[in-house]
């Protein structure tokens, strides 16, 4: 019984100190990027146990981080252990930046090859009361304002990824009046696990008003946010479902609130390139007046489209968007290369209801192009509550 009990025991002993190990990892067709980032991307390393469900995971990492078009692993023995070879081919990693309020500017996935993302862009355009055609709002240039930020994957050889963006705006429209300044400074970091991603972040944000300096505030959040599905990737699959909820406490010189939000979206294919997808949004103040730029606006340009934008503000909301639309064709392009364009034409329904009796109903139209730039350009003619409303959107 003994000699058992020890011969169990040396099995044991040798499967634990003698496993095989990841013990060389190379980094072959990089020109740009660092050997060390794609390493710390993959999030492998030297000395761990071979576990080919981490194997599988670091390659998904590198495919969906956006530095690389291909990317292959290979194993080779050394002396019973394992070599590791990660072969990549990097992508362009400059791109167009586009933010809120005609924020234009450019990006950087992979600065210096450090896989530091930076972008920047300013405010140098506005629409005004006058009309082209009748019915356009007509432009003008003007300083206002910048916003830029950075992020990166796996900081350290950890699995955090840590992100800051600032905001420097002036003269922001808002309603009938105008905020002659709105300010922030956002950081936190994001940690996958899976499937599931979970983030904490710390937002400080003041505004100052030009027609009611009575509503001049700085709040300061701490937000929690969990996600889960592949939001980058949902067109892959016929029927794809991922969504995320925060939750956020504010609090300042008169503020005091708690508020969450929620998204849920499901995309399906219906026969060959037609396709639906509907997106659930909720919200809910649970305590406390949230800031303006924090409250439930339900209308605008990324809500529910055909309303005005401040026509309602509800403490608790839940917004539905239904999109149809089927590519018509990628065989148009500037110049002859692999990314070609892709026009789709799109039917919308959009439905909202809250509390205060708030509930709104809208249908449009859209007609997206997206270019080889990778520029996603979509004219929209929406009808709600204030009519015909005409909206034009960049990505």
């Keep these: 019984m003994k000699r058992i009990l020890l011969s169990v025991m040396f099995i044991f002993f040798s499967l634990t100190v003698f496993a095989n190990k990841i013990v060389e990892i190379e980094v072959t067709g990089i020109e740009k990027t660092l050997p060390q980032v794609v390493i710390n991307i993959s999030g492998l390393k030297i000395g761990e146990e071979l576990d080919i469900e981490r194997v599988y995971r670091a390659k998904r990492n590198l495919e969906e981080c956006g ?19 990660i072969s ?7 791109y167009p930046y586009f933010g809120e309020y005609l924020t234009l500017g450019a990006g950087d996935r992979n600065l210096l090859g450090s896989g530091v993302n930076v972008y ?4 140098f355009l506005r629409f005004t009361d006058k009309k082209l055609l009748g019915f356009l709002p007509q432009p003008e240039f003007f300083w206002g304002g910048l916003r830029f930020g950075a992020s990166t994957f796996s900081a350290f050889g950890t699995e955090i990824n840590p992100f800051i963006e600032v905001t420097l705006f002036k003269e922001v429209p808002w309603q009938d009046d105008i905020m002659l300044s709105l300010n922030s400074v956002e950081l936190g970091g994001t940690h996958p696990f899976g499937e599931y991603v979970a983030g904490i972040s710390y937002t400080y944000e003041n505004a100052s008003f030009e027609a009611t300096p009575a509503n001049d505030y700085s709040v300061s959040i701490l937000t929690g946010a969990f996600s889960f599905g ?3 990737n949902y067109q892959e699959s016929r029927g794809n479902l991922y969504g995320k909820t925060s939750l956020s406490y504010g609090f300042g010189d008169g503020i005091n609130y708690l508020q969450q939000k929620a998204s849920v979206n499901y995309w399906y294919r219906i026969i060959g390139r037609i396709y639906i997808e509907s997106e659930t949004r909720g919200g809910v103040t649970y305590f406390g007046d949230a800031p303006v730029t924090r409250r439930f606006y339900l209308g605008g340009s990324t809500d529910l489209k055909g309303w005005n934008p401040y026509a309602f503000n509800p403490r608790f909301y839940a917004l539905e968007i239904l999109q149809a639309g089927v590519p018509l064709t990628e065989s148009f392009a500037i110049a002859p290369s692999d990314n070609m364009s892709t026009f789709i034409p799109k039917l919308y329904l959009m439905a909202a209801a809250g509390d205060n009796a708030t509930l709104g109903l809208s249908i449009g139209i859209g007609f997206e192009w997206r270019t080889p730039l990778g520029v996603g350009v979509e004219p929209q003619v929406f009808f709600g509550g204030n009519g015909f409303k005409f909206y034009f959107e960049l990505r």
């Design 67 to 85: 530095l690389f078009t291909d990317v292959y692993l290979q194993l080779g023995d050394v002396g019973g252990d394992y070599k590791l070879v």
């Design 88 to 94: 990549v081919q990097e992508s362009s990693s400059f």
């Design 120 to 123: 920047g862009g300013i405010r």
């Design 230 to 232: 592949d939001e980058d």
